[in-house]
């Protein structure tokens, strides 16, 4: 069976055609990161124009690249929550008009399964049950993956993304938009014992997390250094951030999978591309024994590849009759609860 999948939730636009659920023929991306780096963030209505402009021209390259034609494809997928609403609809509606010109089947897919799915475009040997986290931009959430549409989530952040909060700390530091990538490269150089920083528990919810003490944390310590004219050592503050951001998840996600059963564990979300958090997954699954699924960074943001990947299982579990009645949701969780 093959699939054409849309992505347009936040700034990427992308495109791929799935074979079967595994197989990429195809994925484009288009980043529009550059545009929004001016204003030092996404601009919505920035983000809904680039993706307007782009996706038809995307689209034709992903069906060449594939070596397809386009009566070949089966059904169109298309992310239609959560995320910016009007990029949403942009693919929502494109993805409408493509599945009714070619009288096929149209399948909604959540953006935050299909994060995870991106384990099962990179690791084919990978099956429910495991434990996912996935740390993105506009989401920090510990799943439970009992079945490809069988997913409860058991911890989330209570106020900011860990994205968000990368982001933000970044700003502060003086980094370009996106910033995460950027603190990344500068924590390398750091020596991450030198800011003491919080890392906040949730009284009787152990899995939950929370981001914006440490957010607030960094931004004092920039502030106040500016304010007393002191130079500050950038490097340390962003390895010390970064150390204190992957400190709240790994520990959650091991104690999570241990209470739960778990023998695998995946991290998916584009702050899963952090190196200080990959690295402590590594080394803590293995002194734990889980069998660990990293994706490649091209994975771990956003692509069209893993809203195939789902929007297969989804078909499969019976999501096939999406009418051209389909809406686009800026908030919903993974259950489909709005
Ligand atoms: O999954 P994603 O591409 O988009 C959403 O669905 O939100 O995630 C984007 C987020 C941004 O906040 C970006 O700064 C962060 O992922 N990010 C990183 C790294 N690469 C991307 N954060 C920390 N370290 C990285 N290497």
Redesign the pocket.
């Known amino acids: 069976m093959i699939i054409l999948a849309i992505e347009t ?2 700034d ?1 636009t992308a495109v791929a055609v799935v074979q079967n659920g595994r197989e990429v023929l195809s994925g484009e991306v288009f980043s529009q990161a550059d545009m929004h780096a001016l204003y030092g963030g996404v601009v919505p209505e920035i983000a809904s124009r680039n993706h307007v402009a782009i996706i038809g021209k995307l689209t034709e390259h992903a069906v060449k690249n594939a070596g397809i034609s386009k009566s070949d494809i089966d059904a169109i997928a298309v992310t239609y929550a959560p ?1 910016l609403i009007g990029a949403l609809l942009v693919g929502v509606n494109f993805a409408k008009g493509l599945a009714l010109a070619l009288d096929i089947p149209l399948i909604p897919v959540h ?1 935050i399964r299909g ?1 995870i799915a991106a384990n099962y475009v990179a690791f084919p040997e990978l099956e429910p049950p495991f434990l996912c986290m996935i ?5 920090s959430l510990i799943a439970d993956v009992q079945g490809y549409t069988d997913i409860r989530i058991v911890g989330r952040s209570r106020d900011d ?4 909060c ?2 933000k700390a ?1 700003r502060v530091l003086g980094l370009c938009y ?4 950027a ?2 490269k500068l924590a390398k150089s750091g020596d991450n014992s030198l800011f003491s920083l919080p890392r906040p528990m949730i009284d009787g919810h152990p899995y939950d997390m929370s981001f914006s003490g440490l957010k607030t944390a960094v931004v004092n310590i920039v502030h106040n250094a500016q304010q007393k004219g002191l130079e500050l050592d950038k490097a340390s503050l962003a390895a010390s951030f ?1 150390t204190a951001v992957s400190d709240i998840l790994v520990p959650r996600v091991v104690m999570a999978a241990k209470e739960l059963g778990h023998k695998k564990i995946a991290i998916a ?3 899963a ?3 200080q ?1 990959r690295a402590d997954f590594r080394r803590e699954a293995e002194t734990h024994g889980f069998e660990l699924y990293v994706p490649p960074l091209d994975l ?3 692509n069209a590849k893993m809203i195939g990947c789902q929007g297969y299982y989804e078909y499969l579990a019976g999501a096939r009759g999406a009418g051209m009645e389909l809406n686009a949701f800026a908030t919903m969780g993974v259950d489909g609860v709005r």
């Open positions: 939730s936040c990427e995320g953006h994060h740390v993105s931009g506009g989401s993304a860990a994205g968000e990368f982001d970044a996106p910033g995460g990538p603190l990344d970064s979300g584009g702050v591309a952090n190196s958090i771990c943001g956003d």
